[in-house]
C-alpha cells in the first residue's frame, strides 16, 4: 500500500514504458559513432568497417601530411585569434549591459549581440559570402582579415554569455565598497570587478575558441583560395576517399575540443563560486 | 563639540515629475563629532538613501551637505572621509581577510610598511587575528561583521556609516557587538552614523536618535527623551511599548505645558502637555502612559479602576490586559515575583501612576 501511494504521488519518468530502450538508443546514436570512428584510425589497414589489427600509421601519416599540418595550424591560429577579439568585444559589451544602469534599447541590444545563436548559420554565410565579395573586388585584398572578422563576429554571443552571466552575480556593493575605500572607478574595475570576471572571461574565450574551430559553414563561405582550416579540409578530403588519416585527424580534433570543454566546465565549476 | 556633519534642507525624490517618489523630504541635522547617532525608523523609511547621500553614492535633489565644515556636493565617496559598513558586508571574495582590511590604505597610496602595521592593529582590535589568511567564505557572518567593521576603520575615516550592521546576526551575537561596537566607537573616538529599525538597539547605543518615518525626521534627541516624551502617536508607537487612552481635557495650562484630564471612572489627573499643542477644553484628545509606568493597588483604590482580561508571561515579567471602566484597553506591565502570583483574569484591581507619567499627545 505504501509502495503504491509512493508511486502515484510522485511522477517518475523512469517509470514510462520503453524508458530504459529510449535512454539506451539515444546514448547509443550519440557515442557509437565517434566510438566507431576512433577505433577505426587505430586500424591496420585501410577499411572502415573490417578490424585488421592496431597501428598507429594512420597518426603518423597525418603528422607528416603537410597540408595538414598547414590547416590545423591555420586553424589553431584563427580561432585563438577570433577568440581573442570576441572576448574583449564581448566583455565591453556585458560590462555595458549589466554595469551601467538600465538604459533604453537595452533588451534590443542583448537580442542584437545575439544575432548569430537566432539567425540561421547558412543564411549567415552567404550573406557574408556577397559582402566579403563585393570588398574583395572593391580593395583587391584576400588576405586573412575577413576570416578574422567574420569569425570574431559569429564567436561574439558564445562569449558574451558566460562573461555576462558572471557580471550578473556579481554583487554591485562590492564596486561600491571599492569606491568608499577610496578606490578611482579605474582602481575599483582594475582591483575588484576585472579579477572577479576572470573565470567568465576564461569560460566566454574557451567557448569562442571552441566555436571558431568547429564553423564550417562561415569558413566555406567566406574563405579565399589557400585558407582552409581543418575542418573545410576534412570536408574537402571526405569528398574524394576516406582513409583512416581522417579519423586520425578527427580523433585528435575531438580530444582538443574535449580537452577545452573540460577545462571549461572545471573554470566554471570551481572558480565561478 | 564641533560639527562633523551637517545637512540643511536636503531633499531626494526619485523619479521625474508627477512619478517622482520624495524618499527623503526637508532633513535638517547635524551630527557633533566623536557622536554615536542613530537613525532609527521602519524600513523604507529613507535611511538607507540618507546613508548614500552622506556617503557619495547618491546626490540630493536639494539642500546641501557638509562634512567637518566643507561643502561635499560633487564630490564622489572616494574623495570623502567616509567609510561604510554595508548591510550586506560587501567584502571582496577574492581577497583574504588582511587583504580585505588594507583595501583601503592601499588606494590611499600608504607605504606596505605602514599598510601591514595598520591591518595588525586593526587585527588585533576586532579580535580577528588567527583569521588574517582565511577568505571571506571561509569565515562564519559574525566574522565578516567583524571584517567589514575593521576594513571601514582602517583608514581612520573621520566619519563610520553602518547601515543596519547587526541585522543579519543572531541575538546573542548581536547583543555581543552592540557592545563591541559601542567599545570600538569610544577607543577610536570616530563619529558613528548607525542605521537601525530595531528600537531597543537604537536606545541601548545611541548618543542620539533621530527617528524616521517616510522620508521626514519625527523627532530627534538622546535616547531618554524619546522614550519619555515622544513627540506624536507615530513615535510614541514606534518606541517601546504604549497605552493609547481617548480622554476629556478638563483644564489646560499652555504656559506651565500642563493639563488635567479625565479619567474613565471620573477621577482627573495631571499630564504634560507639549507646547506644540492645543486642544480645546472639553475635547477628546490622545493621551499616552508606559506600561511600566502605572502600579496596581488594591480594588477601589487609585485614579482608575480595572479589570483583569488575559495575562502574558514574558520571563522576568507579565503583561496584564486591562480593561478601564469605559472598556478602554490598558496594558500594565508587572514584574514577576515568586510570592506575587499574577492576578487571574476576572480579577478587580485599581491601577496609580506618578505624575508626569501621562502625556497628551498630537494626534
Ligand atoms: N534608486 C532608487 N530609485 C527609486 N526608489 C528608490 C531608490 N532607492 C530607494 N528608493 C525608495 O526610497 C524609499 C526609501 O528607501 P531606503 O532608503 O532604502 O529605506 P530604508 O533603508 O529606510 O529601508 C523606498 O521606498 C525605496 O523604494
Ligand atoms: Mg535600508
Redesign the interface.
Known amino acids: 500500500m505504501m509502495g503504491c501511494a509512493v508511486a502515484r504521488s510522485r511522477f517518475s519518468i523512469t517509470r514510462l514504458p520503453g524508458f530504459g530502450l529510449i535512454a539506451i538508443l539515444t546514448f547509443v546514436m550519440l557515442y557509437l559513432p565517434i566510438v566507431i570512428l576512433v577505433a577505426f584510425s587505430f586500424n591496420e589497414g585501410i577499411s572502415q568497417s573490417r578490424w585488421e589489427g592496431f597501428s598507429l600509421q594512420w597518426y603518423q601519416a597525418a603528422f607528416n601530411n603537410s597540408q595538414v599540418r598547414d590547416v590545423s595550424l591555420r586553424s589553431l591560429w584563427l580561432a585563438v585569434t577570433a577568440a581573442s577579439f570576441a572576448t574583449i568585444l564581448a566583455t565591453l559589451a556585458a560590462l555595458g549591459t549589466t554595469r551601467v544602469g538600465r538604459f533604453p534599447g537595452q533588451t534590443m541590444i542583448y537580442a542584437l549581440i545575439n544575432q548569430p545563436l537566432m539567425v540561421p548559420e547558412i543564411v549567415t554565410g552567404i550573406a557574408l559570402l556577397i559582402f566579403v565579395a563585393a570588398i574583395k573586388v572593391q580593395t583587391g585584398y584576400t588576405g586573412m582579415g575577413y576570416l578574422v572578422a567574420a569569425h570574431t563576429a559569429f564567436c561574439i554571443p558564445f562569449a558574451y554569455l558566460p562573461i555576462r552571466a558572471r557580471l550578473e552575480t556579481l554583487d554591485h556593493a562590492l564596486e561600491a565598497a571599492a569606491a568608499d575605500l577610496y578606490a578611482s572607478p579605474i582602481q575599483a574595475f582594475r582591483y575588484i570587478t576585472l579579477p572577479l570576471m576572470v573565470p567568465g572571461i576564461l569560460a566566454g574565450f574557451m567557448l569562442g575558441f571552441v566555436i571558431s574551430l568547429d564553423t564550417v559553414v562561415i569558413t566555406e563561405f567566406v574563405k579565399s583560395a589557400g585558407q582552409d582550416t581543418l575542418p573545410t579540409y576534412m570536408l574537402g578530403q571526405l569528398r574524394r576517399s576516406v582513409t583512416p588519416e581522417m579519423n586520425a585527424i578527427a580523433t585528435l580534433f575531438l580530444a582538443l575540443s574535449l580537452m577545452i570543454v573540460t577545462a571549461f566546465f572545471f573554470i566554471t565549476r570551481t572558480r565561478g563560486r | 563639540m564641533s560639527q562633523e556633519i551637517e545637512i540643511t534642507g536636503l531633499n531626494k525624490s526619485f523619479g521625474q515629475g508627477a512619478a517622482a517618489f520624495h524618499a527623503l523630504r526637508a532633513i535638517d541635522l547635524t551630527i557633533a563629532t566623536g557622536e554615536f547617532f542613530t537613525l532609527l525608523g521602519p524600513s523604507g523609511c529613507g535611511k538607507t538613501t540618507l546613508l548614500r547621500i552622506i ?3 547618491e546626490e540630493p535633489s536639494t539642500g546641501v551637505l557638509r562634512i567637518n565644515g566643507k561643502d561635499v556636493t560633487g564630490l ?3 574623495k570623502r572621509p ?3 559598513v ?1 548591510q ?1 558586508y ?5 581577497m583574504s581577510v588582511a587583504q580585505n582590511i588594507g ?2 590604505l592601499k ?2 597610496g600608504k607605504p606596505k610598511s605602514e599598510i601591514k602595521a595598520t591591518v595588525a592593529e586593526m587585527l588585533q582590535l576586532v579580535r580577528m587575528e588567527a583569521m588574517a589568511d582565511r577568505l571571506p ?1 571561509e569565515i562564519s557572518g559574525g566574522q565578516q561583521q567583524r571584517v567589514a567593521l575593521a ?2 576603520l582602517a ?1 581612520r575615516p573621520r566619519v563610520l556609516l553602518l547601515d543596519e550592521p547587526l541585522s543579519a546576526l543572531d541575538l546573542k551575537l548581536r547583543k555581543e557587538m552592540q557592545s563591541e561596537l559601542k567599545r570600538l566607537q569610544t577607543e577610536t573616538g570616530i563619529t558613528f552614523v548607525f542605521v537601525t529599525h530595531d528600537q531597543e538597539e537604537a536606545l541601548t547605543m545611541s548618543d542620539r536618535i533621530a527617528v524616521m518615518s517616510a522620508g521626514e525626521i519625527l523627532q530627534l534627541g538622546p535616547p531618554q527623551e524619546i522614550y519619555n516624551a515622544p513627540v506624536n502617536r507615530f513615535v510614541a508607537d514606534f518606541i517601546g511599548d504604549t497605552n493609547f487612552l481617548r480622554l476629556r481635557l478638563r483644564v489646560k495650562a499652555v504656559a506651565a505645558g500642563e493639563a488635567v484630564l479625565e479619567l474613565p471612572g471620573g477621577k482627573q489627573a495631571s499630564a504634560r502637555l507639549p507646547a506644540s499643542i492645543s486642544p480645546p477644553v472639553g475635547s477628546l484628545v490622545t493621551a499616552v502612559i508606559r506600561p511600566e509606568q502605572a502600579e496596581p493597588t488594591p480594588a477601589g483604590q487609585g485614579e482608575m479602576q480595572a479589570v483583569v482580561a488575559s495575562a502574558t508571561f514574558f520571563g522576568t515579567d507579565t503583561h496584564l490586559h486591562l480593561l478601564l471602566d469605559d472598556a478602554q484597553g490598558f496594558v500594565l506591565r508587572r514584574q514577576n515575583r515568586p510570592d506575587q502570583p499574577s492576578p487571574a483574569p476576572g480579577t478587580k484591581l485599581g491601577l496609580t501612576f506618578a505624575p508626569g507619567a501621562l502625556r497628551v499627545l498630537e494626534d
Do not use: E
Open positions: 556617503a557619495g553614492f564622489g565617496p572616494d567616509i567609510n561604510t554595508f550586506s560587501a567584502l571582496f571574495p577574492h583595501f583601503g588606494m590611499l567564505s576594513r571601514a583608514p
